[in-house]
């Protein structure tokens, strides 16, 4: 099956899949195997919950959660991290043996959109840099590791920087979510840890974008010495 095929009929298969689906079914483990996906395979990944997974995965970590299983905080822990270095490594590879190619040939929209927004990053960041915030921006997580690849970043230092950058995300919002059921009085309102998910991810590319603009400014005020 082609990527331009297979991109056409994943997003149907995977509208079922939320992240109380997932949690409800398959706990901890259910948070592995779509981190991994969400981090590592190019064509369906960014259809996946990421940040509205980890969220609600911590949320049920907590003692006062309500309206789904208890999950022990541990496992969730270890397994986001698993599922965010070995999916990250996963789509390295790939974009090593085809990455630019198979981009090209898939034509969802959404999905050239974040391989132009991880290549800016690239460009104006740098590939250690722009690897560890990309992993707090939907889309670009997913294109942004076989994009990598497929540059011939090497092995060694790729692997050291979305280790960091994955740990730095998955870990801090299961623990936002567990923080936030054991704080929020009723814990299991959906509209908490989506809008938490989506502060928390913003939090690290607002700051490097403010940092860029004050460099800007100081590169443009006169000298001085003048």
């Known amino acids: 099956m082609s990527l331009g095929v297979a991109a056409s009929w994943w997003p149907h298969a995977v509208a079922m899949v939320n992240a109380t689906w997932l949690l409800s079914t398959f706990g901890a483990f259910g948070v592995l195997v779509c981190i991994f996906a969400e981090s590592g395979l190019l064509v369906v990944g960014f259809f996946l919950p990421g940040d509205t997974l980890l969220v609600p995965a911590g949320l049920l970590c907590a003692s006062t959660a309500r309206g789904g299983p208890h999950l022990p905080l541990l496992p969730v822990l270890l397994c986001a991290a698993a599922g965010t270095i070995a999916g990250a490594q996963a789509g390295f590879w790939t974009g090593r043996r085809a990455g630019r190619a ?21 460009t104006r960041y740098g590939y250690a840099k722009a690897v560890v915030l990309g992993r707090f921006i939907p889309v670009v997580r997913t294109v942004l590791n076989p994009v990598v690849g497929a540059i011939g970043v ?10 960091i950058g994955g740990l730095a ?29 989506v502060v928390v991810s913003l939090v690290p590319v607002a ?11 100081a590169d443009r005020a006169p000298s001085a010495d003048v």
């Open 102 to 122: 198979a981009l090209a040939r898939v034509g969802n929209r959404r999905l050239r959109a974040g391989a132009d927004r991880a290549e800016l990053l690239l």
């Open 154 to 163: 090497p092995v060694r230092a790729f692997t050291l920087w979305q280790a």
């Open 169 to 197: 995300w998955s870990q801090s919002l299961v623990l936002g979510g567990y923080w936030l059921g054991d704080s929020v009085r009723h814990p299991d309102a959906c509209l908490v840890p989506a809008v938490a998910a």
């Open 207 to 217: 700051l490097e974008v403010l940092r860029g603009r004050r460099t800007k400014r």
